[in-house]
C-alpha cells in the first residue's frame, strides 16, 4: 500500500517518490499545497476506490496521516 | 478514448512531461468558471494531447468570468463553465422559493453578464458553452422552481442571442449518462468550490471531444466499413446474394437496413465512406448490383479495398488515396479480431466492433455519428465523395496527355471571383485557418473577423470558385486585399489557394483578376508580402515571379511593390475568368 501511495503522490506532485517519508507534509515539501491536497485526496480516491469524508482529508495532511487512513479504511 | 481508461494521477504524470514539439503552435485554451474546476485542465489536456493536439490550458481565476474573458479573447478556444448553483451564495440559500421581484431583477443583471462575455470572446474561433442546469439544486419532478425558471430563462436568453462561434454544451445529457448522483461532489465543493466529480469531467470532455477536434482541423472525415455482417447480415461468399439480410420484413433485416441508412446518412452529411473487407471483389459487386434493396450504392463510397490482404494496410492505403491522416479515420467490423489487429498496428484509428447482441447495433452508430460532428463543415466538406470521384476521372484523362499545357487546355478551367460576399465568411475563413502551402502571408482569421472584413468599405476579399470539364472544385482561393482610396493603394494582405487546385497556374489568372479590379478602383499601386512558414516555401518566390520588386528583406520575410500600370498580364489563354456570386 505505502509503494502505491508514494506512486500516486509522485504523480500528482512532480516529486520522486524517494523524496516521500515518514516525515513528508505539506511543511516540508513545497509542491505539496493546498490545491495540489485537492487533486492528491481526488487522485487517491480514484487509486483505492474509496470516497473520503472531511475529516479523513484534514487528517490526510502528511504521508502518514495518508497511510493512516488508508489503513483504517481498509479493515 | 483513452480519458476513461487512464487514471487521474496518470494524467497528470503525463501532462507533467509532455513538450510541446518544436516549431508547433500550441492549441491554446481558456476555461472560465463560477467555480472550482482546474481538473478539467488535467483532463482536457491529457485528451488533446494523447489525440495530437497540442493543447495549453489556462483556467481563469474562480469566480472572474466577466474580466477574465476579455484576457482569454486570444485563444482558439474558450470553455465557459458557468454555473447557476454558485451564482451567490445568498440565491443558494434561498433556493428554489426566490421572490418574483428578486428573482426578475437577477435575471436581468445575469443576462447583462452573459452579453458581454459573449461579445468579448467574439475573435475566439469556438467558445463552448455550458447550458445552465438545475439540477445541482435538485431535481424536482413536479414542482416548478426557481431554479428550473432561472436555467430555462438564461438558455433562452444565449439561444436567442448566440453568435456563430458559440456552441451549447447540455451538461444535463452529461450528468445522465453518469448518474446526477456522481456528477456532484459536495465534499469537495463546501472544502472548495469544486463541485464536478472527475468521471462527470471526463464524461465532459469525451462529449465536446468532436466540435474541439473539428475546430482545431483534426476532425474525423473517414468512416472505413466492413461487410459481412456489418454492411449486411450474412456472409456473401457462403451465404450467397439472396440470402443476405437487409430488408426490414426481418429482426436482422430491419436492423442492417437500418444500419445502412444511418451511414448514408453520414455520408449525406459529408463523410466519406470507404470499404474494407476480407472477400472476393466480383461477389461484392454482386450485393451492389444485384441488390436493390442496399440502401447504400456504389457511388456513395469513396473507395473500395476488397480482397485477402491484411485490413490495417488496407486502412493505410484509404488514408493515403484520400489524403487524410490516420487520426481522421474511423474503422467498424463485426470480427474482434479485425478490430484488435486494427487497434494494435494502427492506434490512430477509432475503432468499433459490431456488437454480438446485434439489437445494439443503431445504437452503437447513431453515437459513433457524435464523432464527425463538424459545425464547421463547408459545402466544399460536404461534396467531397464527388470531389474525389472527379479527381479520379482527371488522373486518367492526365495519363493520355504528354504535355502539361494540353492537358490543362482540356481541363477547361474556370474561374468565377466573388467579391466580398456574405455568403462565402465561413469557408473563406476556413480557408484562412487551413491553408498551409500556397499561403504567402498565413495569417488566420475567424469568421467574425471576415464578416467584420465584409462590411469595411476599404477592404475587399476576394474568393475564387474553381470548375472545370469533370467538375466543380468550390471554393478554393482567397485574397484579402486592403485599401487605401486617397493614396490610391492596395495591400494584399493574404493571398492563398487551396491544395486541391495547385498545378494548373490558377494562381496566376486569380492575382490577375484581382489587379484588374483593384484597377477597375482606381488603384495604382500595391503591396504584397512572403512570410515564411515550416510550410509555404513553394511560394517563397510567387511575388519574384509575378515580378513585383521587393522593397524589404527581412530575416522570416519580405515585402514588396507593384505598380498597376507597369504589370504584364501572364500570357495564359486556357482559363476562364468571371465575375460573379456563390451560386
Aim: aromatic share 10%; with cysteine.
Amino acid at each position: 500500500m505505502e509503494s502505491r501511495i508514494k506512486q500516486v503522490m509522485s504523480q500528482v506532485l512532480g516529486v520522486d517518490a524517494s523524496r516521500i517519508d515518514d516525515q513528508t507534509s505539506p511543511h516540508t515539501l513545497k509542491e505539496w499545497d493546498s490545491l495540489q491536497h485537492v487533486t492528491l485526496v481526488l487522485a487517491l480516491q480514484e487509486e483505492f476506490g474509496l470516497e473520503f469524508s472531511h475529516d479523513e482529508v484534514l487528517a490526510m495532511m502528511s504521508f502518514t496521516g495518508i497511510r493512516d487512513t488508508l489503513k483504517t479504511r481498509a479493515k | 478514448m483513452l480519458v476513461n481508461s487512464t487514471k487521474y494521477a496518470e494524467m497528470l504524470a503525463f501532462n507533467r512531461s509532455w513538450k510541446l514539439p518544436a516549431g508547433v503552435e500550441p492549441y491554446t485554451v481558456g476555461i472560465l468558471s463560477n467555480i472550482v474546476i482546474y481538473q478539467l485542465k488535467d483532463v482536457l489536456e491529457y485528451a488533446l494531447r494523447t489525440a495530437g493536439i497540442p493543447a495549453s490550458v489556462q483556467v481563469g481565476e474562480y469566480d472572474n468570468v466577466v474580466q477574465d474573458s476579455l484576457r482569454f479573447r486570444d485563444k482558439r478556444l474558450v470553455v465557459v463553465f458557468w454555473e447557476a448553483f454558485n451564482f451567490s451564495d445568498q440565491l443558494r440559500s434561498k433556493g428554489q422559493y426566490l421572490a418574483e421581484a428578486e428573482l426578475a431583477d437577477l435575471l436581468l443583471h445575469w443576462k447583462r453578464q452573459i452579453d458581454s462575455v459573449l461579445e468579448a470572446l467574439s475573435p475566439v474561433p469556438l467558445v463552448l458553452f455550458n447550458r445552465f442546469s438545475p439540477w445541482a439544486a435538485g431535481a424536482l419532478v413536479v414542482e416548478d422552481g426557481a431554479w428550473g425558471r432561472i436555467c430555462r430563462e438564461l438558455n433562452q436568453h444565449i439561444e436567442q442571442s448566440k453568435p456563430a462561434n458559440v456552441i451549447l454544451v447540455d451538461v444535463a445529457a452529461v450528468a445522465a449518462q453518469v448518474s446526477i448522483r456522481e456528477t456532484f461532489d459536495w465534499r469537495n465543493f463546501y472544502e472548495s468550490r469544486v463541485l464536478y466529480s472527475l468521471n462527470f469531467l471526463r464524461q465532459y470532455v469525451q462529449g465536446v471531444f468532436p466540435a474541439v477536434a473539428a475546430a482545431a482541423g483534426r476532425a474525423k472525415k473517414v468512416l472505413v466499413l466492413d461487410c459481412d455482417d456489418t454492411l449486411w447480415g450474412g456472409i456473401v461468399g457462403e451465404d450467397g446474394v439472396p440470402a443476405l439480410a437487409m430488408t426490414p420484413d426481418t429482426f436482422k433485416g430491419m436492423i442492417f437496413h437500418e444500419a445502412q441508412s444511418l451511414y448514408a446518412a453520414l455520408r449525406e452529411r459529408g463523410v466519406l465512406l470507404a470499404l474494407c473487407s476480407k472477400n472476393n471483389p466480383e461477389d461484392v459487386d454482386a450485393v451492389f448490383a444485384g441488390r436493390t434493396d442496399m440502401v447504400l450504392k456504389s457511388s456513395d463510397l469513396v473507395c473500395k479495398k476488397v480482397g485477402w490482404g491484411n485490413k490495417a494496410e488496407a486502412i493505410e492505403a484509404i488514408a493515403r488515396e484520400l489524403n487524410l491522416g490516420l487520426d481522421a479515420v474511423v474503422f467498424v467490423d463485426d470480427s474482434e479480431f479485425e478490430v484488435r489487429s486494427v487497434k494494435d498496428m494502427l492506434p490512430q484509428v477509432t475503432t468499433f466492433c459490431v456488437p454480438q447482441a446485434i439489437q445494439d447495433y443503431p445504437g452503437m452508430i447513431r453515437s459513433l455519428a457524435g464523432l464527425f460532428f463538424n459545425p464547421f463543415a463547408t459545402k466544399e466538406d460536404r461534396q467531397k465523395t464527388e470531389m474525389y470521384a472527379q479527381e479520379a476521372r482527371r488522373e486518367l484523362v492526365r495519363a493520355k496527355f504528354g504535355n502539361m499545357e494540353d492537358y490543362l487546355r482540356s481541363l477547361k478551367l474556370q474561374l468565377r471571383v466573388m467579391i466580398s460576399d456574405p455568403a462565402l465568411v465561413g469557408r473563406m475563413a476556413q480557408l484562412s485557418q487551413k491553408t498551409n502551402q500556397f499561403n504567402l502571408t498565413t495569417r488566420r482569421y475567424t469568421e467574425s473577423q471576415i464578416a467584420a472584413f465584409c462590411d469595411d468599405g476599404n477592404c475587399a476579399l476576394f474568393a475564387v470558385n474553381v470548375a472545370d470539364a469533370f467538375g466543380d472544385y468550390g471554393v478554393t482561393g482567397l485574397a484579402v486585399v486592403t485599401l487605401d482610396r486617397h493614396k490610391l493603394e492596395a495591400d494584399v494582405d493574404t493571398f492563398l489557394l487551396s491544395c486541391r487546385v495547385l498545378g494548373r497556374n490558377i494562381e496566376l489568372v486569380f492575382f490577375e483578376a484581382v489587379v484588374g479590379w483593384l484597377k477597375s478602383q482606381g488603384i495604382k499601386r500595391i503591396t504584397a508580402h512572403y512570410r515564411a512558414t515550416p510550410k509555404n516555401a513553394q511560394v517563397a518566390d510567387f511575388w519574384d515571379r509575378l515580378a513585383l520588386s521587393r522593397s524589404a528583406d527581412g530575416g522570416s520575410g519580405r515585402d514588396y511593390v507593384l505598380s498597376l500600370d507597369s504589370y504584364n498580364k501572364q500570357p495564359i489563354d486556357y482559363i476562364g475568368v468571371e465575375y460573379g456570386k456563390q451560386d
